[in-house]
């Protein structure tokens, strides 16, 4: 019903930037919210960032409020996670997820992409 596709990650030194990306397809127009998730090896996945559709309000997790921005883009159907100065604990795998109708459950999620940040 609903593919969510992430990109963008990669290796980036400590204080650099990334924006990951995070295509939607299929059935997406009643969707409420959009978050992205990280996941770091051997830990539990941490939520990172949300985005309501109404109004764009965003929720952010005190390890990266102030550095970390999360937008949508409607016509391209399309979540992005611009991340600035970057710290070695950043290091994870990211996930967008999708929650289609007001709630705590997020419905849908992506493959993920992976995020390293080192000298």
């Known amino acids: 019903q609903v593919l969510l596709l992430e990109s963008g990650g990669g290796l980036v030194q400590v204080g650099g930037s990334l924006r990951l990306s995070c295509a939607a397809s299929?059935?997406?127009?009643?969707?409420?919210?959009m978050a992205w998730f990280r996941q770091a090896p051997g830990k539990e996945r941490e939520f990172v960032a949300r985005i309501r559709w109404s109004g764009g309000s965003t929720d952010y997790a005190d390890s990266v409020k102030g550095r970390f921005t999360i937008s949508g883009d409607n016509a391209k159907n399309t979540l992005y996670l611009q991340m600035n100065s970057l710290k070695p604990e950043d290091t994870a795998v990211y996930y967008c997820?999708?929650?289609?109708?007001?709630?705590?459950?997020?419905?849908?999620w992506g493959q993920g992409t992976q995020v390293t940040v080192s000298l």
């Open positions: 299929g059935s997406t127009l009643s969707s409420y919210a």
């Open positions: 997820a999708l929650m289609l109708r007001s709630g705590t459950l997020w419905n849908y």
